[in-house]
């Protein structure tokens, strides 16, 4: 096992694609199972989601959101309920045909997602005003079957959670799916450390029943798009379908208006990318299973296990994820393993550190080196863990400013696309332009950003009149 | 909507059955969906369970353990691998043919329980004793085609947690499960206030694969045990089956030992029905989603909201799950609301309240009203607590102990049958005596408690020499 997790990953430079599945498998994210397309997450991958559920969790139930659990299987009939819906997923169901021995009538649907559960259910618990908002979210795993198939970037089967509410007025549906699309931002800049684009889908792009969809969007090293989370409003289409009704203030019947909005673990897939290098994973403090990797140098020699076992409790003790290793492996072959797992922040302790009363601390994300006094060990790791962050934030800030590139015509639009990034381009609104954009670049319309600052009036594409900024992208 | 949440449920002495579905139903702990057997999870039934996995996942990682993600799906022939354990699931199997339009070769079953792919899993990560143990833990749903149904007790699809562990040693395995099923008792004493029955299964109720089955079983006041969450010990049976591996401290090729364990959504009818009474859910504290709630009494006269709010922002402040009703509802209305929904402890504060400088607190387990002064709200609330906690407890404790009926004759355990609960029952060892018991009466071997005090040497049913001490009950 030794040798094989310490030899080096693919350089980034040299095949990005094997670097990123070096990293999920190297770093013990994932493994493959042996259902193809369906991936094992293993605990130390888990534990990054579990970080991400406990601050979702949070923020939805600060913003009046109930925890729900629908059935794992949809009737087909149910799923045939709302049109574009049903065209948009069933390519890529899984269907139950048989159970208990006995063929089904209905055949049964692996959920790809919930709108028709949530949607029926609501029909049967909603018929006032008063019985509005209905703010449910869902953790569960939804399936999809998928040709082609990346760890956490496009899967058979991945974790999520799935808001599903209902409002009085299209008001306050609407102030819902903006709300949403900033808590998962807050996501980002607070945990993540990445910087996502917002705005608003085409209609080409948007979800397969909503009426609008927004994104958060973020930008991967090799120049292409991660759409990282969507919420969508859709308007009183599923209401209308399985007739939600509910009785007004002015007593007459209406159709309540609804949002739908979620994030995946496909997020690991944009940690993984933003942050990752060529000795592994680079892991943003707040979101690290392990924050702090203690690490005895020289441990044979007395004394270093008891004063890194002390560091060690004093850090524990505030509150710090914190892990000892006083395994009998080499210093060395430490260094490289907790490199790989992208652990923040490393704290060495050997007899020359103990001699000087002193600590040696490792940033992961630049590899700087500080000595301090063994004093400081609390202040000082709290303050550099909240150092990475920023640093790691910025840095990624930075690449993403760098690869916007406005462009007027064809000629600049495909530069941009060679430098990787985003063209940001003025648009008539037409669908046309966008399917020719991707038939003859592979970049489709990541979004309108919200920031909507015209630079031109002239869509490049068929000359016409364009007054809507578009980002466009490769994506995954 | 007001007149049937305020409608009386049927009472426990007129139809026990009917009892408990009217309180999942009137407490919106659950809703149906459109495939029978499927249950939804509603806010406040899933909420309790939240509390279930909160308690219990602090557990488990406290004591080594790791979350992971396994897939939802395992091939037909996966399952097949060890032959005892597809022999007890392959009559519940939802099996899915069809994949993306396309006839699915392997057929996928919906997982039951995880024990194949953990295995298999286990196979590709273990090579040496350096990896064990291995403490993994899943939560989960799993999908089980049941004929009758019954929500929480028996589902075509419930919520659970699955423990999946490895080790180097036939006896640190076993010590795994014992400790796990000590975790269960504990989650009983300390947040359920239900007390288990614990002991190991007898061969013939074991669980499909494992060498052994501990248990913990709860009585219900309709006389029947409620089997609440299992622990297995598995051997090495399927270890060998999935060829898992490893190389010893002496060099030399071994298989693991290996353990499961798990609880689920089953809890909450324990819950249920051995708390519950004909006003409806009787919530244990420390489980309860709303600990207490704040319910102003004539609202209308000045003053009142001002203070009830002062009240619920004082206890929110210390951390207690606090509601404050101040619809328009009437009082009286909101007291059954909310002792419907099984709410510890009720906070009322009205005009003559205010004007003595007095709270008003009623328990909802005995319906004691109790009036303190309003500088003793936090303390006397966090006893009251703890004393409702301790009364539900021991309650149930006293139902327990005064339904082990001791029996030496058939004559005996039919009275004990009679009377409800368990028959304690010398035992041969026989699974004759066993099925000829289920056969007559309907009654299983629950478990050989731990506990083992003969009181007799013949078994009362072959009349051979008896060792075993036996619980028999009725069940769920």
Same mark, same amino acid.
């Given at each position: 096992?030794?040798?094989?997790?310490?030899?080096?990953?693919?350089?980034?430079?040299?095949?990005? *694609?094997?670097?990123?599945?070096?990293?999920?498998?190297?770093?013990?994210?994932? &493994? =493959?199972?042996?259902?193809?397309?369906?991936?094992?997450?293993?605990?130390?991958? =888990?534990?990054?989601?579990?970080?991400?559920?406990?601050?979702?969790?949070?923020?939805?139930?600060?913003?009046?959101?109930?925890?729900?659990?629908?059935?794992?299987?949809?009737?087909?009939?149910?799923?045939?309920?709302?049109k574009d819906h049903v065209e948009g997923f069933a390519p890529e169901c899984l269907i139950a045909t048989v159970g208990g021995g006995t063929k089904i009538d209905d055949p049964l649907i692996i959920r790809p997602t919930s709108e028709t559960l949530f949607t029926e259910h609501y029909a049967k618990i909603i018929s006032?005003?008063? &019985?509005?908002?209905?703010?449910?979210?869902?953790?569960?795993?939804?399936?999809?079957?998928?040709?082609?198939? #990346?760890?956490?970037? #496009?899967? *058979?089967? /991945?974790?999520?959670?799935?808001?599903?509410?209902?409002?009085?007025?299209?008001?306050?549906?609407?102030?819902?799916?903006?709300?949403?699309?900033?808590? @998962?931002?807050?996501?980002?800049?607070?945990?993540?450390? !990445?910087?996502?684009?917002?705005?608003?889908?085409?209609?080409?792009?948007?979800?397969?029943?909503?009426?609008?969809?927004?994104?958060?969007?973020?930008?991967?090293?090799?120049?292409?798009?991660?759409?990282?989370?969507?919420?969508?409003?859709?308007?009183?289409?599923?209401?209308?379908?399985?007739?939600?009704?509910?009785?007004?203030?002015?007593?007459?019947? *209406?159709?309540?208006?609804?949002?739908?909005?979620?994030?995946?673990?496909?997020?690991?897939?944009?940690?993984?990318?933003?942050?990752?290098?060529?000795?592994?994973?680079?892991?943003?403090?707040?979101?690290?299973? !392990?924050?702090?990797?203690?690490?005895?140098?020289?441990?044979?020699?007395?004394?270093?296990?008891?004063?890194?076992?002390?560091? =060690?409790?004093?850090?524990?003790?505030?509150?710090? #994820?914190?892990?000892?290793?006083?395994?009998?492996?080499?210093?060395?072959?430490? /260094?490289?393993?907790?490199?790989?797992?992208?652990?923040?922040?490393?704290?060495?302790?050997?007899? #020359?550190?103990?001699?000087?009363?002193?600590? $040696?601390?490792?940033?992961?994300?630049?590899?700087?080196?500080?000595?301090?006094?063994?004093?400081?060990?609390?202040?000082?790791?709290?303050?550099?863990? +909240?150092?990475?962050?920023?640093?790691?934030?910025?840095?990624?800030?930075?690449?993403?400013? +760098?690869?916007?590139?406005?462009?007027?015509?064809?000629?600049?639009?495909?530069?941009?696309?060679?430098?990787?990034?985003?063209?940001?381009?003025?648009?008539?609104?037409?669908?046309?332009?966008?399917?020719?954009?991707?038939?003859?670049?592979?970049? $489709?319309?990541?979004?309108?950003? /919200?920031?909507?600052?015209?630079?031109?009036?002239?869509?490049?594409?068929?000359?016409?009149?364009?007054?809507?900024?578009?980002?466009?992208?490769?994506? @995954?």
């Amino acid at each position: 096992m030794e040798q094989i997790k310490n030899q080096s990953i693919t350089r980034q430079e040299d095949d990005f *694609a094997q670097w990123y599945t070096d990293v999920c498998r190297k770093a013990e994210l994932m &493994d =493959y199972s042996s259902v193809k397309g369906f991936i094992i997450y293993r605990p130390y991958g =888990y534990a990054i989601w579990e970080q991400i559920q406990a601050y979702l969790d949070k923020r939805f139930k600060e913003t009046g959101h109930e925890n729900v659990y629908m059935p794992t299987v949809i009737p087909a009939s149910l799923l045939q309920k709302e049109k574009d819906h049903v065209e948009g997923f069933a390519p890529e169901c899984l269907i139950a045909t048989v159970g208990g021995g006995t063929k089904i009538d209905d055949p049964l649907i692996i959920r790809p997602t919930s709108e028709t559960l949530f949607t029926e259910h609501y029909a049967k618990i909603i018929s006032s005003y008063r &019985d509005l908002p209905k703010l449910y979210n869902q953790w569960c795993s939804v399936v999809r079957w998928e040709k082609t198939t #990346r760890p956490f970037l #496009r899967g *058979a089967e /991945f974790l999520w959670q799935e808001g599903h509410t209902m409002h009085e007025t299209e008001e306050e549906a609407r102030t819902e799916t903006l709300k949403m699309l900033e808590i @998962y931002d807050d996501l980002g800049r607070d945990i993540l450390a !990445i910087p996502f684009s917002k705005g608003r889908k085409t209609d080409k792009e948007k979800f397969a029943g909503a009426e609008e969809t927004y994104s958060i969007e973020a930008l991967m090293p090799d120049g292409k798009a991660l759409q990282s989370g969507t919420t969508h409003y859709f308007g009183q289409g599923f209401a209308k379908a399985f007739n939600v009704q509910f009785q007004g203030r002015d007593g007459k019947l *209406a159709y309540p208006h609804q949002t739908s909005w979620g994030v995946s673990t496909r997020l690991l897939g944009a940690i993984i990318m933003v942050h990752g290098d060529d000795n592994g994973l680079v892991l943003p403090p707040y979101v690290a299973p !392990i924050q702090v990797i203690v690490i005895p140098v020289a441990q044979q020699k007395p004394g270093v296990i008891p004063a890194a076992r002390e560091l =060690y409790n004093t850090l524990k003790e505030t509150g710090l #994820r914190v892990k000892l290793d006083e395994s009998d492996k080499t210093a060395g072959w430490k /260094f490289s393993e907790y490199e790989m797992k992208g652990i923040p922040l490393r704290v060495e302790i050997g007899p #020359r550190d103990i001699e000087n009363g002193a600590v $040696t601390l490792v940033k992961r994300n630049t590899g700087e080196k500080i000595t301090i006094k063994k004093e400081e060990l609390v202040d000082k790791v709290s303050s550099l863990l +909240e150092e990475i962050h920023k640093e790691m934030y910025q840095k990624a800030y930075r690449y993403l400013n +760098e690869h916007i590139t406005e462009v007027t015509n064809k000629e600049e639009f495909d530069q941009a696309m060679e430098k990787g990034g985003y063209a940001k381009m003025m648009w008539c609104g037409n669908r046309a332009c966008e399917d020719k954009i991707k038939e003859e670049t592979n970049a $489709t319309a990541r979004c309108l950003p /919200f920031n909507q600052i015209p630079f031109s009036d002239v869509c490049p594409v068929c000359g016409k009149k364009a007054e809507k900024v578009v980002l466009f992208a490769k994506a @995954y």
